[in-house]
């Protein structure tokens, strides 16, 4: 069992975002699972030939001792980092703090010349790294984003709901089934033992799609606090999209259109996306969120180069969806 001690003052600092990087080095975890159910053969199949041609990333996640060097996730201080803004934390990390990290991972082992790089040429070992990243996001990561992204937006809009219910203490609660909040600590259902504080700093919740069934803690680094963990409805990741039917109540009030736009923003989308799915003229898709958007309903925010669009605390009231528990299957 492994506690997380909060002060008082802790919860006012806890933080969610949706980090890129994490999405990286958990799906990398993975591919390197042995276990069939945490990712689908398809994208197994696409990714791991990927990954084995990364001969500086793929031995530091994790390497031969199970760690994974923490200046590959740093704590993003934003809730929706690009992949880009957080490359640029990772190529500026200390030489010194890189290499000391790389050699936990790979210590008592003999490490591989690109491993080795860190401790002789740690700018170019660094440079190196960034590029592999940037090549594996974009083949294997990017044509899953959105899925990813809209499952950690549903998961930071119910965690507002709560703590604008119930307070901040809700923040914590029911995050996870390895995860227990006790009222004065986090507890996090592992073989190990271990206890720690926050000791002032924000600690940062990820949810994280391809984390599955695990919980991943960075306890004391340099960048920050953070806990990654799969948000609820994890296990529908996959599923193919199903039509959009809006609530009859829901259609009469708005029309049938805007309601089926409202419902399909469940996963936040841009323009483009809205039309696609919907079958709509792109002017067409875009007088309607700037009509739900006006009213209150949704909420246009940048995504890289995209502005994608995501129901307000008020249109996921006016949608009344039922919340699905967290899948415990995988």
Do not use: N
């Not at 180069?305 to 528990?325: H, I, S």
């Amino acid at each position: 069992m492994i506690r997380i001690e909060f002060a008082p003052a802790d919860l006012l600092r806890l933080r969610f975002a949706h980090s890129p990087m994490a999405e990286v080095v958990a799906s990398c975890l993975a591919l390197r699972s042995r276990s069939a159910r945490l990712v689908p053969a398809s994208w197994r199949a696409r990714a791991e030939p990927l990954l084995r041609d990364l001969t500086t990333l793929r031995p530091l996640v994790p390497g031969p001792t199970g760690y994974v060097p923490d200046f590959l996730t740093p704590a993003p201080p934003i809730t929706r980092p690009t992949l880009e803004q957080e490359l640029r934390v990772v190529a500026a990390t200390p030489f010194d703090r890189a290499a000391a990290e790389v050699e936990r991972a790979w210590a008592g082992h003999r490490a591989p010349p690109e491993v080795e790089r860190f401790s002789i040429d740690p700018a170019g070992a660094l440079a190196v790294t960034v590029r592999e990243i940037r090549r594996y996001f974009s083949a294997a990561i990017a044509p899953s984003w959105p899925r990813l992204r809209a499952l950690a937006e549903g998961e930071l809009t119910r965690r507002g709901l709560l703590a604008a219910e119930r307070g901040p203490r809700a923040l914590l609660t029911d995050l996870h089934p390895r995860l227990d909040w006790d009222g004065g600590a986090l507890r996090l259902a592992y073989d190990k033992d271990g206890e720690f504080g926050l000791d002032g700093h924000p600690l940062t919740l990820l949810p994280t799609g391809f984390t599955g069934p695990h919980v991943y803690t960075m306890t004391d680094t340099p960048s920050g606090r953070a806990l990654w963990y799969a948000p609820g409805g994890h296990g529908r990741l996959w599923d193919p999209p199903v039509p959009v039917e809006p609530p009859e109540a829901l259609a009469a009030l708005l029309g049938p259109t805007r309601a089926a736009v409202l419902v399909l923003l469940a996963r936040p989308s841009s323009t483009g996306e809205v039309a696609a799915a919907l079958r709509l003229a792109p002017a067409t898709a875009s007088h309607h969120l700037t009509t739900l958007r006006d009213a209150g309903l949704v909420t246009g925010e940048r995504d890289g180069r995209r502005l994608r669009y995501r129901r307000t605390g008020l249109g996921e009231q006016l949608v009344g969806e039922d919340r699905a528990p967290l899948d415990r299957s995988m």
